[in-house]
């Protein structure tokens, strides 16, 4: 496993680096062998390290760290009118409820003073590899019980007290997850103890059906339950590869 505890919460770090951190890595590893699997959950660094990303300008930190304190202050919705404002466009296509999205489109309007959506779609450079995307799924319901179970082994485990350790640092863009910010709340007294969980929970099974939705729309993935035998699907993705 690569890139796991590789940055400190004090370093800015976004998907930009990790698609050139990624691709250096591949590179290194394909000397190794010609077959490596990359796991994971964000549907945009799995696009930036198969597809490529679009190129956007290096912008004042300053703005991200308002666009951060806006959001503890006034909110979501004061970030989701601002983009409104800004750049419909972007505002009307993606992930309006992700913080993330919001302010990474925001501080592009606002340190270029040019839409966000106007650096998007252009040509990308072709990558030295083919991919086979392979999916597992389940019924809705037994992906909500698992969220609910994996939370609460999450607090089990210490999470309150990793999240009072970092509460200094809430305003770090690294702390600005499910999980830290609804305990953030709870520091605050803003929400209970018992709230912040289930808004863990809420917000967590959320994240998922975005992800859900996000890799549906990919017509090349290979399907499976997750109760599939690992032989049918291991027979698969060698087919796959055979075809190449």
Not at 21 to 31: C, G
Not at 34 to 50: C, N, T
Not at 80 to 96: F, H, R, S, W
Not at 139 to 160: A, F
Request: proline share 2%; aromatic share 12%.
């Amino acid at each position: 496993h690569h890139f796991i505890q590789n940055r400190s919460i004090f370093e800015d770090y976004n998907v930009g680096q990790f698609e050139r951190d990624a691709l250096s890595k591949l590179d290194e590893l394909f000397l190794e062998n010609p077959v490596q699997i990359m796991v994971g959950g964000s549907g945009l660094y799995v696009d930036a390290v198969l597809k490529g990303l679009d190129y956007f300008p290096e912008v004042d930190l300053k703005i991200r760290e308002d666009l951060i304190k806006e959001l503890q202050e006034k909110g979501i919705q004061s970030l989701q009118e601002k983009l409104k404002g800004l750049d419909i466009e972007t505002y009307n296509t993606i992930a309006i409820e992700n913080p993330h999205r919001i302010m990474r489109a925001l501080e592009v309007c606002i340190g270029t003073n040019t839409p966000y959506s106007t650096f998007k779609n252009k040509p990308k450079a072709p990558r030295n590899f083919n991919s086979i995307k392979v999916g597992l799924t389940a019924d809705r319901e037994i992906i909500y019980n698992r969220i609910n179970q994996r939370v609460d082994i999450m607090i089990e485990n210490g999470l309150l007290e990793e999240a009072k350790k970092l509460y200094q640092y809430k305003n770090l863009n690294a702390l600005q997850t499910v999980g830290y910010r609804e305990l953030f709340s709870y520091f605050n007294d803003d929400f209970t103890q018992e709230f912040a969980i289930s808004e863990i929970k809420k917000n967590t099974r959320r994240f998922a059906k975005r992800q859900i939705t996000w890799f549906k729309k990919d017509l090349e993935t290979l399907w499976f339950d997750y109760k599939t035998d690992i032989k049918q699907i291991t027979a698969s993705i060698s087919d796959k590869i055979n075809s190449f």
